[in-house]
């Protein structure tokens, strides 16, 4: 049953640029659909999350954990009665935007990009969704709806200060209402986001041997979930304990922010969407005492896992990769693929040359950024030979 504050299809803002509507198809549904079978989408699977992406082939990359997104996001949303495709356009778009290597190839654009007004991936997302998608032959860009493009925007809050410059571009054509809080299906994606990467990083850090099952037994939830599993089945088998353990942990998160946000829903009584747009703090979360153990467990998992020797040392090459092969393309912006060439020719100042390049090199999946660096400046960083 569709709860009374969803966002509702048959009233969407509409599109950039008008079209008629599917037969068969909601708004929303399209928008989904649009995302997955974008370019930047695909490429996702040859992006790192945590782990370079081809340092193993059970480790999540940016697709596997979108796809995970989308799947939790899927589950609350349907339980508060949302709209599911709404829900899951957000979250299967929403790093779309990431750079190759992960936090560590942003962190190195950031830093070449702050004459030129800096690289932000949640805008870079809602730049290749408005613009970068160049396969339709009325407009750039997806042409998404209104309401999948203020998820984008907003689905971890207001935007408040400086704006992004690519999301200031879209916000000119579009006014996504930047000052308020994003609609419950957008918030969802954004806690679903959380949900995904606390369990699949602590699963991800275990393969890696970054760390045991005895200290993840120790940590807050998880040790009632590791006793859950030992009562439940003595003896059990070393990687089923774990993966047991891990589900219930899932489990856990997911069930506290459905309960928080019946609770939060019932306090509030919205009436519409926008009630829950101008409500002035995000419905969708965490408990505070979940809330708490999670911080908790994502200072074990920095310390252990993002700040791990091998992990530290990895990001310092992959670095290197971003640090040089920006001031090359700068420098010799003839080198960039044909289809770059007239954006390039149109480019009447560093700052727009800049941004092109960016938007060249933080499309990159991992194994292209390594191969161009390759062939462009020398052996990548740490490589054989």
Same mark, same amino acid.
């Given at each position: 049953?569709?709860?009374? &504050? ?7 803002? +509409? ?24 370019? @930047? ?12 992406? $081809? ?11 979108? #796809? ?57 997302? #809602? ?9 339709? @032959? ?25 704006i992004p410059w690519a999301l200031a571009a879209c916000n000119l054509e579009m006014d996504l209402e930047l000052h308020t809080h994003a ?13 995904? &990467?606390? $369990? ?20 807050? #939830? ?6 859950? /599993?030992?009562?439940?089945?003595? +003896? ?6 774990? $993966? ?28 519409? /969407?926008?009630?829950?747009?101008? @409500? +002035? ?15 908790? #467990? ?13 992990? /530290?040392?990895?990001?310092?090459? /992959? ?53 161009? &660096? ?9 490589? @054989?030979?």
């Amino acid at each position: 049953m569709t709860a009374q &504050y969803a966002s509702d299809p048959a009233l969407a803002r +509409g599109r950039r640029v008008r079209e008629e509507e599917s037969t068969f198809r909601s708004c929303f549904q399209r928008d989904r659909d649009r995302i997955i079978h974008a370019s @930047a989408f695909r490429r996702l699977k040859h992006k790192t999350q945590v782990f370079i992406e $081809h340092e193993g082939d059970y480790y999540r990359t940016r697709l596997t954990h979108s #796809i995970e997104v989308a799947q939790v996001a899927r589950t609350i949303s349907g339980a508060l009665g949302l709209n599911a495709e709404l829900t899951e356009a957000v979250a299967l778009a929403h790093d779309l935007g990431h750079t190759p290597f992960g936090h560590t190839g942003e962190d190195a654009l950031c830093d070449l990009m702050a004459p030129f007004g800096g690289f932000d991936h949640n805008a870079q997302a #809602i730049r290749i969704v408005t613009q970068l998608e160049r396969h339709y @032959a009325d407009f750039d860009g997806l042409n998404l709806t209104w309401e999948t493009l203020e998820g984008l925007a907003k689905h971890n809050g207001p935007v408040t200060g400086d704006i992004p410059w690519a999301l200031a571009a879209c916000n000119l054509e579009m006014d996504l209402e930047l000052h308020t809080h994003a609609s419950a299906e957008a918030q969802v994606a954004a806690i679903a986001d959380d949900v995904a &990467y606390n $369990h699949h990083d602590l699963h991800d850090g275990l393969r890696a041997e970054l760390f045991s099952t005895d200290e993840l037994a120790e940590l807050p #939830i998880l040790k009632d979930c590791f006793a859950a /599993v030992d009562k439940r089945y003595p +003896g059990l088998n070393y990687y089923r304990r774990r $993966h047991e353990a891990l589900r219930r942990f899932f489990g856990v998160l997911v069930e506290d922010v459905i309960g928080y946000a019946q609770q939060h829903l019932s306090d509030l009584q919205p009436a519409s /969407v926008q009630d829950i747009r101008a @409500a +002035g703090f995000p419905i969708i979360r965490f408990s505070q005492g979940v809330f708490e153990d999670l911080k908790i #467990i994502r200072a074990f998992l920095f310390e252990r896992m993002y700040r791990a020797p091998s992990v /530290v040392e990895m990001r310092a090459r /992959v670095t290197k990769v971003v640090e040089e092969l920006f001031p090359w393309f700068m420098e010799n912006p003839d080198q960039l693929p044909k289809q770059w060439r007239k954006d390039v020719e149109q480019a009447e100042t560093e700052t727009a040359l800049a941004r092109i390049v960016s938007d060249y090199i933080s499309g990159m999946t991992d194994r292209f950024a390594l191969q161009e &660096y390759d062939r462009l400046i020398g052996a990548a960083p740490g490589s @054989a030979g």
